[in-house]
């Protein structure tokens, strides 16, 4: 069986050949190299790369195609035509690159067999851009932004953009992959008559490998893995920080991501609006001693963050299932995560994990605060967490239900 899979990112096994270094998309990557390994199935791979240029390759029996921003409908179709696939498989519903995908699936009319993996929803992730965020700064601009002509409203209406061919892409698709409750609401929502075929997802090897141990974790230290941007909650765990900070004065919290509190009021000229508002957040509730920023980590300073933490976060607006906590229950770290989303289809509250109502950074606070108390229940919750994670990422499992989804729809 000849399948043809569209990314939205350089895997792993073919970037390290190019001399690059990819911290995305590794589950897509772990998921390659068992296809090409199995005699069944002949793997090709179309991907997105940012830079301005074209090539095929080919590395562990995997043929790679590059994708670039000017690779549109045509060049997509001539990828078809020349692979000659039994299946296409689109990953990820939120770019152009899927876009572009879905429309030449048609062109060939191969949109039966043709299948789109739902990873985040960004028509939906539009509406919770700014959960969260004073109102007074939906509409406001820093120096930087009114040079820009953009700001925090301007950006969830991009989002909003983006959502549109998002939305085409799942109307066009006939079938497609999802693993939580809300990806189904979602997809059924949009496209009634769509095929939701179930697969969990398959994570980064290295994760599986390492277990939590409370007496060997930092004590009162926590974890939280994205900061970029709103969606994400940094605010909301800086709230939350403020609260815990009173019963435990030495918590410390350690960030992806770079300090942003700038050094010079050029760099403050520079900033905009959700970086003032992180800094006012860090600098009003003097949390600058609580925070360590990490900067962007591969997978191996990872697997240690989740070794070292005693509670991992997840304070996001929306997701659908967060790799992060994936990775997190893989390896027993506690979770406390916000209610949203997909989220409670990857854990069960008070068991597995602590879930809060995601508005409220008050109950974010009282999760981790339970959890520095008693290291019993975090012990508890983090080994539950393990056995559920061990199951919804099984390597085997999830690499024969694809595989039957592929010859369902060939």
């Not at 539009?126 to 820009?148: C, M, N, Q, W």
């Not at 209610?339 to 509250?349: A, E, F, N, P, T």
């Not at 061990?390 to 085997?396: A, E, F, P, S, Y």
């Amino acid at each position: 069986m000849r399948i043809l899979w569209f990314t939205n990112v350089e895997l792993n096994c073919i970037a390290e050949q190019l001399g690059r270094t990819i911290v995305v998309g590794g589950w897509m990557n772990t998921m390659a190299i068992q296809l090409s390994e199995n005699v069944e199935t002949e793997l090709f791979v179309a991907c997105y790369t940012d830079k301005d240029e074209y090539w095929d390759k080919k590395a562990h029996d995997i043929s790679f195609f590059s994708l670039n921003k000017n690779s549109g409908v045509e060049y997509c179709t001539k990828i078809i035509s020349y692979v000659r696939p039994d299946v296409i498989h689109i990953w990820g519903t939120e770019t152009s690159r899927s876009y572009y995908a879905i429309q030449a699936a048609e062109k060939v009319q191969m949109l039966d067999h043709t299948v789109v993996s739902i990873q985040g929803l960004v028509s939906v992730y539009s509406r919770h851009y700014l959960d969260g965020v004073p109102a007074k700064l939906v509409y406001h601009k820093t120096v930087k932004e009114f040079i820009k002509n953009n700001n925090l409203y301007h950006a969830s209406k991009v989002m909003e953009k983006q959502g549109k061919e998002e939305i085409f892409t799942l109307k066009k698709a006939k079938h497609c992959i999802g693993r939580t409750d809300w990806d189904y609401a979602c997809a059924k929502q949009i496209n009634p008559k769509i095929q939701y075929h179930f697969c969990n997802e398959t994570l980064r090897p290295r994760f599986y490998e390492s277990e939590w141990n409370y007496e060997e974790c930092k004590k009162n230290t926590l974890f939280f893995s994205q900061s970029h941007y709103p969606i994400k909650g940094l605010h909301n765990i800086l709230v939350s920080l403020s609260i815990v900070k009173q019963f435990y004065p030495d918590v410390k919290v350690r960030i992806l991501g770079n300090n942003p509190i700038p050094r010079n009021f050029l760099e403050r000229l520079k900033q905009g609006t959700y970086e003032r508002y992180i800094t006012d957040l860090i600098l009003n509730n003097q949390l600058e001693e609580n925070i360590e920023w990490l900067g962007r980590l591969d997978e191996e300073s990872m697997v240690r963050e989740y070794l070292r933490a005693n509670v991992f976060v997840c304070s996001s607006s929306i997701e659908n299932s967060s790799n992060s906590i994936g990775e997190a229950m893989l390896i027993g770290t506690p979770v406390v995560a916000a209610d949203v989303g997909g989220i409670k289809s990857l854990m069960k509250h008070n068991e597995e994990g602590i879930l809060y109502q995601g508005t409220a950074p008050y109950m974010l606070a009282d999760g981790i605060i339970r959890l520095f108390q008693d290291n019993k229940m975090a012990s508890y919750m983090g080994a539950n967490a393990r056995k559920r994670a061990l199951k919804t990422h099984n390597i085997g499992a999830n690499f024969t239900q694809l595989v039957t989804i592929y010859n369902c729809i060939r």
